[in-house]
């Protein structure tokens, strides 16, 4: 389904793509340049790079795309509000495709507040077909609140995971229709020459993982013994615990009395230690 609501007429307007470094989303920027190559081949797409090691490096992917170095603005130390007013004079041209390599860069640049406010500007236009970004989870901590407030934003979110007792990764994704309905799916998907192939994730059985878990070994757990030997077992049957009832069939010696005698100097009162109280 997602390569449906990707290819959608008009496409989904904000795409969110989060990645890591196990899992990296730069084959699905690579198949949204190529589908909008295919299907919207006049429209002007706009790179904005933000990363030194910017996810795209194919120069024949990138042969048509108007790319605009926003790392060398950073270090020219120009303001975030010079630069967001030169991205949003870009956009007020012609209709383009606004593609953000990547979004964790430009928060860093400019902060969540005013990289939140020119995303959604840039969504609000009438020029901008389509804003697609790139957004690198490592560089976040969950906490920040940042995934929940650009999720909120965007009409696709994606969010990449490694794989997971199959052969490829996984992809959770949310998808805002026009109409309000919103459809939360996860699936499998992996790229055949560059078109993108997803699939259900299919249930597993509970008894089928039980019967294909591996035997566990307790002594492999662990650095002591916790086994028994026949010895030990021996020696188990034959203790006998001290709280337990004794067999009454076994003469007992001594007969457990306890026999006290005084001594000759003990201080031993013969007075009634009640006689005050006339009982």
Same mark, same amino acid.
């Given at each position: 389904?997602?390569?449906?609501?990707?290819?959608?007429?008009?496409?989904?307007?904000?795409?969110?793509? /989060?990645?890591?470094?196990?899992?990296?989303?730069?084959?699905?920027?690579?198949?949204?340049?190529?589908?909008?190559?295919?299907?919207?081949? *006049?429209?002007?797409?706009?790179?904005?790079?933000?990363?030194?090691?910017?996810?795209?490096? !194919?120069?024949? $992917?990138?042969?048509? *795309?108007? &790319?605009?170095?926003?790392?060398?603005?950073?270090?020219?130390?120009?303001?975030?509000?010079? /630069?967001?007013?030169?991205?949003?004079?870009?956009?007020?041209?012609?209709?383009?495709?606004?593609?953000?390599?990547?979004?964790?860069?430009?928060?860093?640049?400019?902060?969540?507040? =005013?990289?939140?406010?020119?995303?959604?500007? $840039?969504?609000?236009?009438?020029?901008?077909?389509?804003?697609?970004?790139?957004?690198?989870?490592?560089?976040?901590?969950?906490? !920040?609140?940042?995934? &929940?407030?650009?999720?909120?934003?965007?009409? $696709?979110?994606?969010?990449?995971?490694?794989?997971?007792?199959?052969?490829?990764?996984?992809?959770?994704?949310?998808?805002?229709?026009?109409?309000?309905?919103?459809?939360?799916?996860?699936?499998?998907?992996?790229?055949?020459?560059?078109?993108? *192939?997803? &699939? +259900?994730?299919?249930?597993?059985?509970?008894?089928?993982?039980?019967?294909? +878990?591996?035997?566990?070994?307790?002594? +492999?757990?662990?650095?002591?013994?916790?086994?028994?030997?026949?010895?030990?077992?021996?020696?188990?049957?034959?203790?006998?615990?001290?709280?337990?009832? =004794? !067999?009454?069939?076994?003469?007992?010696?001594?007969?457990?009395?306890?026999?006290?005698?005084?001594?000759?100097?003990?201080?031993?009162?013969?007075?009634?230690?009640? !006689?005050?109280?006339?009982?």
């Amino acid at each position: 389904m997602l390569p449906t609501y990707l290819k959608n007429k008009p496409p989904p307007k904000c795409v969110l793509i /989060q990645d890591s470094v196990k899992v990296k989303g730069n084959n699905f920027l690579k198949h949204i340049i190529n589908n909008h190559k295919k299907f919207n081949g *006049v429209v002007k797409q706009l790179y904005l790079e933000f990363e030194y090691n910017r996810s795209l490096n !194919d120069d024949g $992917l990138l042969k048509n *795309v108007e &790319k605009h170095d926003f790392i060398q603005e950073c270090e020219n130390q120009r303001t975030a509000d010079d /630069q967001i007013k030169e991205i949003l004079s870009l956009i007020n041209q012609e209709s383009c495709i606004v593609i953000i390599d990547s979004m964790a860069h430009m928060i860093i640049n400019f902060g969540k507040d =005013k990289t939140y406010s020119l995303v959604h500007k $840039l969504k609000q236009s009438n020029k901008v077909v389509q804003v697609v970004s790139i957004l690198h989870m490592d560089m976040f901590n969950e906490n !920040d609140g940042i995934f &929940k407030y650009f999720n909120h934003l965007s009409t $696709l979110s994606m969010k990449l995971s490694p794989m997971f007792m199959s052969e490829w990764p996984r992809v959770n994704y949310t998808y805002k229709k026009v109409a309000g309905k919103i459809i939360e799916e996860n699936e499998q998907f992996s790229f055949v020459n560059g078109e993108l *192939v997803t &699939k +259900a994730i299919e249930k597993l059985d509970p008894k089928t993982l039980v019967q294909t +878990a591996p035997a566990v070994i307790p002594e +492999a757990l662990t650095t002591f013994k916790i086994s028994l030997n026949e010895s030990d077992k021996k020696l188990r049957d034959n203790f006998t615990l001290p709280y337990l009832p =004794k !067999d009454e069939t076994v003469k007992q010696e001594g007969g457990g009395l306890i026999h006290y005698e005084f001594d000759d100097i003990d201080d031993w009162d013969e007075e009634d230690p009640d !006689d005050d109280l006339d009982i």
